[in-house]
């Protein structure tokens, strides 16, 4: 379930980060028009992957009995493939807002455009390696990369990253600390 969840929170983000790269017809690394294409094809891949992705688990746990009949009842069960979806695209949501949000707090101005600018900041983070602390310090790099490359001030960048960083991840770690250790 683990997995399907991360699959699908990784196909949002992905999903949107393309969609802004062709709307926006650029990217931090230069990408022009010409690249749509491609881009179009990463998506219907990782689509597909996620479609096929229980018939996947199936095979793949074949030799182990209980795994095997997990992904059998995983694959009967589509409805769970489909929320996971509608959740991963709210989330997907929720942090866009949250992120033009503080940016805007911080001085920045925000429209549409800037709006595609941050799904290319989720693909761009998506795709880039780091598990430590929840890629803190590569968020904050990608940020002020792909939004830099965009013309927003870099320091309202990181700041606005680290402290979303903090609104999501630090202050509910330190609370949940706070109500385990009571317990």
């Given at each position: ?56 688990l199936v095979w793949l746990y074949s030799p182990k009995r209980f795994l095997h ?18 959740i991963s695209l709210m989330r997907h949501g929720v942090f866009t807002t949250q ?12 429209s549409l455009t800037s709006i595609f600018w941050i799904w290319q900041t989720y ?61």
């Amino acid at each position: 379930m683990t997995l399907i969840s991360n699959y699908a929170q990784f196909t949002s983000s992905i999903s949107f980060g393309v969609i802004a790269c062709i709307i926006l017809k650029q990217s931090p690394l230069g990408w022009e028009f010409h690249y749509t294409w491609l881009l179009m094809l990463l998506l219907l891949g990782i689509l597909l992957c996620y479609i096929f992705i229980t018939k996947l688990l199936v095979w793949l746990y074949s030799p182990k009995r209980f795994l095997h009949r997990f992904a059998l009842d995983l694959k009967g069960n589509q409805s769970f493939q489909l929320k996971t979806v509608f959740i991963s695209l709210m989330r997907h949501g929720v942090f866009t807002t949250q992120f033009a949000c503080m940016l805007y707090a911080m001085g920045e101005n925000i429209s549409l455009t800037s709006i595609f600018w941050i799904w290319q900041t989720y693909f761009w983070l998506t795709l880039s390696p780091g598990i430590i602390l929840g890629k803190l310090f590569v968020r904050e790099s990608v940020a002020a990369w792909v939004l830099g490359y965009a013309g927003m001030n870099v320091a309202v960048v990181m700041g606005a990253s680290f402290l979303l960083w903090s609104i999501n991840l630090f202050v509910p770690t330190l609370v949940g600390v706070v109500i385990c250790k009571s317990k």
